[in-house]
């Protein structure tokens, strides 16, 4: 090898490492992490460029913005193209603003994704990716029966619906003691075209398991419960393991002055049968053998009739005399 190569070699190796040190030293762009939107509203996929302590006044001369292989916006040549829907963060934004964030004037469900930001200044370059996520609440669930009436003797079910949430979430159920019945239903799952999620679970109720209240809660992709809606079962007749809890507030005023009345019917049937039992004992015969009528012991009725008799025996006497 030659001098002349030498120097050549030189040369591009300090071209290279200068470029290298311009790139991750002298500039930076710097994005936040777990950037979220919420659907339908305006959102920000925030990226800033951090100019190092020897940078003085950088100027930018490119930015780029893509979301995947799709491009959103382009700056180039002190001209902003942006595809409809999408800015820079500052409307009055110029070459001299290190704010290169990405407006998006309304949320959907295709905006989820990976951005990624290219910038290129008067004093080096850098680009950074970033996840943007996209989130939507569901509405409040609704609750209903079918039958519409519920008869307590028949199967049964109670369907929960909760509609446009993103992404795809879940209905769990859960009695007034908050024990979980959701391995007793079953969930359908509805995406619209728009990317939203509409939810409806069915809570079979077999005859004689019927609770007082039932709660439909919906949960989101991250676990999180967004909605609750209790409903409360109209009364129906108890039959099984609830009978107790299922009584309503009449039945609950009768039951006890049922219970009572039994008990008070109960002791007076014990008096009357005490009371007979004494009456005849009362009156039962003597059980002293009969030796004759001078050896008889009066008991009872019999000892009334004798002293009649011997009463009109002695009145007949003296009117003979």
């Known amino acids: 090898m030659n001098m002349a190569s030498i120097d050549i070699l030189f040369i591009f190796s300090v071209i290279c490492i200068t470029a290298g040190i311009s790139k991750n030293t002298f500039i930076s762009v710097e994005c936040t992490t777990g950037q979220v939107g919420q659907y339908g509203l305006k959102s920000l996929v925030e990226c800033v460029v951090r100019a190092g302590s020897d940078v003085q006044d950088p100027k930018i001369l490119v930015v780029t913005w893509k979301k995947g292989p799709k491009t959103l916006l382009v700056f180039n040549?002190?001209?902003?193209k942006p595809l409809p829907g999408y800015s820079f963060a500052e409307p009055s934004w110029?070459?001299?603003?290190?704010?290169?964030?990405?407006?998006?004037?309304?949320?959907?469900?295709?905006?989820?994704?990976?951005?990624?930001?290219?910038?290129?200044?008067d004093s080096g370059n850098d680009e950074k990716s970033?996840?943007?996520?996209?989130?939507?609440?569901?509405?409040?669930?609704?609750?209903?029966?079918?039958?519409?009436?519920?008869?307590?003797?028949?199967?049964?079910?109670?369907?929960?619906?909760?509609?446009?949430g993103y992404p795809k979430g879940q209905i769990r159920w859960f009695d007034e003691h908050d024990k979980d019945w959701t391995k007793s239903s079953k969930m359908d799952v509805n995406q619209r075209e728009s990317g939203l999620f509409d939810l409806s679970s069915e809570l079979t109720l077999l005859p004689g398991s019927i609770f007082p209240k039932y709660k439909c809660k919906v949960f989101n992709a991250s676990g999180s419960k967004e909605r609750?809606?209790?409903?409360?079962?109209?009364?129906?007749?108890?039959t099984g393991e609830n009978k107790g809890e299922a009584l309503g507030p009449?039945?609950?005023?009768?039951?006890?002055?049922?219970?009572?009345?039994?008990?008070?019917?109960?002791?007076?049937?014990?008096?009357?049968?005490?009371?007979?039992?004494?009456?005849?004992?009362?009156?039962?015969?003597?059980?002293?053998?009969?030796?004759?009528?001078?050896?008889?012991?009066?008991?009872?009725?019999?000892?009334?009739?004798?002293?009649?008799?011997?009463?009109?025996?002695e009145k007949s006497q003296d009117c003979q005399a």
Request: charge should be negative; glycine fraction near 6%.
């Open 77 to 80: 040549e002190d001209k902003v």
């Open 130 to 164: 970033i996840s943007f996520k996209v989130t939507a609440k569901y509405s409040m669930p609704t609750v209903h029966t079918v039958p519409e009436t519920l008869s307590g003797s028949t199967q049964s079910s109670l369907i929960c619906t909760s509609k446009g």
């Open 228 to 238: 609750e809606f209790t409903f409360e079962v109209p009364d129906v007749p108890a």
């Open 250 to 313: 009449a039945s609950k005023i009768v039951a006890p002055v049922v219970v009572i009345g039994s008990l008070i019917v109960g002791l007076l049937l014990v008096l009357l049968w005490v009371h007979r039992r004494r009456s005849q004992k009362a009156r039962r015969p003597s059980t002293a053998p009969l030796m004759g009528d001078h050896d008889r012991v009066p008991t009872g009725d019999s000892f009334i009739e004798d002293g009649v008799n011997q009463e009109m025996d």
């Open 94 to 121: 110029n070459d001299t603003n290190l704010n290169v964030s990405l407006f998006i004037s309304n949320t959907a469900v295709e905006d989820e994704g990976v951005y990624t930001c290219m910038v290129m200044t």
